[in-house]
């Protein structure tokens, strides 16, 4: 069942893939590349989440990195 849940996710990528591409600007091709790698880590994480979905959040680990910002700046 997974797998299927899989397949919808990769759906959902292409669909907005297609969706946004037209909008992109032809001679902007930084902006297409972080366009893609963005789209890429989000299809990653998905995929890893629907696997794994009782993983750590990282923003556990950022909390005591922003109780020190926090106290830094008083």
Request: charged share 25%; glycine share 0%.
């Amino acid at each position: 069942m997974k797998w299927l849940y899989s397949i919808a996710v990769t759906f959902v990528i292409v669909l907005i893939a297609l969706f946004e591409w037209p909008r992109l600007k032809k001679d902007r091709k930084k902006e297409k590349q972080f366009f893609l790698v963005i789209l890429a880590l989000d299809w990653v994480f998905a995929i890893i989440l629907l696997f794994y979905p009782d993983l750590p959040s990282p923003y556990l680990k950022l909390i005591p990195l922003a109780d020190y910002m926090e106290n830094k700046l008083k």
